[in-house]
């Protein structure tokens, strides 16, 4: 993908306007059909497929035993085949899984691969191919209430991010885009990062679970059917805390350092490393930010430094996650209500 095609700063305001589009080469789609589709997908991933209406769209995770996160699946539902936008480095072997899977089920996979897909904000691209007289678009549930989760963050701290996702045939891309100016990669980053938004693979590595991005809120369904990974997710959420939490960070931008994904931050004045950086963005408001998945026990008060190839930027913290997400069963009231207390 471009990193950026004018100013990316202009090119965020004009983003988040509507009047540009991103092109998302490093996504590619599988196409899932068959009259049991929407069970079956239920049954292996996080969220709550099962009664999807055509049109529809779903953020689900496909999770391992320990609740850990393995992908995440954008998927999009016209009544007779469900659309999955995957990360397009992962496609080959998640198709071949998911072929496995099948077992008895009426399911047929595919790879989609006359497909583009492209961002927008505001509205669907205009453009966006159709199946079963359904536009193939892909709303992200990120900024709504969450339904049948939990919501960990000030979701009101969040910025912009009316944000959809649309699948153009390839034959058609040239003709859809011919009027339209294109934002690059910079921009995007930019605004995902102040809207607190996680991606893969960005902020996953081989620990991470849901709740240390608050990924529960729009990607998993904590009453559902069971599913691999409900029993740690469950856990978790009700008995315990996530070890890690993200955090936006506001890095001081005086200096000619620049920090990277994958940059180390410690507690100023230490040694101590207390996480990462995932993601990095030069917003046209809030200026030079960062995602960092932090050690849960990090004060949140605590001044930040990131250590980068040509020096160390202060940072100060802005909290996601709080060190308090979980523990949502109150033990003490239930053990008590047993008691006749």
């Known amino acids: 993908m471009n990193s950026h095609f004018d100013n990316p700063l202009v090119e965020q305001r004009e983003l ?4 540009r589009v991103v092109v998302i080469d490093d996504r590619a789609v599988i196409k899932v059909s068959g009259a049991d589709r929407l069970t079956w997908l239920h049954a292996m991933l996080s969220q709550n497929i099962a009664n999807l209406k055509p049109g529809q769209s779903a953020d689900a995770l496909l999770l391992d035993a320990n609740g850990r996160i393995e992908e995440n699946i954008q998927i999009i539902d016209d009544g007779e085949n469900s659309w999955l936008i995957v990360l397009a480095e992962h496609a080959e072997k998640l198709l071949a899984w998911l072929d496995q899977m099948i077992f008895r089920s009426k399911v047929l996979v595919a790879a989609a691969d006359d497909l583009n897909v492209v961002a927008s904000f505001v509205q669907p691209l205009a453009g966006a191919a159709i199946s079963n007289e359904q536009q193939l678009v892909w709303q992200d549930p990120w900024m709504a209430e969450p339904v049948g989760s939990a919501l960990y963050a000030d979701a009101s701290k969040r910025g912009q991010w009316n944000y959809f996702l649309s699948l153009v045939s ?9 009027d339209r100016q294109q934002a690059g990669t910079l921009a995007l980053e930019a605004l995902r990062v102040a809207a607190h938004r996680p991606a893969q693979p960005s902020e996953l590595d081989e620990k991470t679970l849901p709740h240390e991005l608050d990924w529960l809120s729009s990607a998993v369904h904590m009453s559902k059917g069971c599913y691999r990974g409900q029993e740690s997710v469950a856990k978790v959420h009700n008995l315990g ?5 993200l955090t936006l960070l506001h890095l001081d931008g005086s ?11 410690f507690v100023s004045g ?3 490393e207390v996480g990462r950086i ?7 408001e809030l200026g030079p930010i960062a995602l960092a998945v932090l050690s849960r026990n990090v004060d949140e008060k605590a001044a930040l430094f990131v250590r980068t190839q040509v020096g160390e930027i202060a940072a100060n913290q802005e909290t996601i996650v709080p060190p308090t997400a979980g523990q949502a069963a109150n033990m003490k009231e239930k053990r008590a209500s047993l008691l006749g207390k």
């Open 255 to 265: 200096g000619h350092a620049l920090a990277d994904a994958g940059d180390k931050v």
């Open 278 to 284: 995932t993601s990095i963005g030069q917003h046209f």
């Open 16 to 19: 988040l306007s509507g009047e």
């Open 270 to 272: 230490t040694e101590n």
């Open 241 to 245: 805390h996530p070890p890690r939490r």
């Open 170 to 178: 390839k034959a058609a891309i040239d003709d859809v885009l011919a």
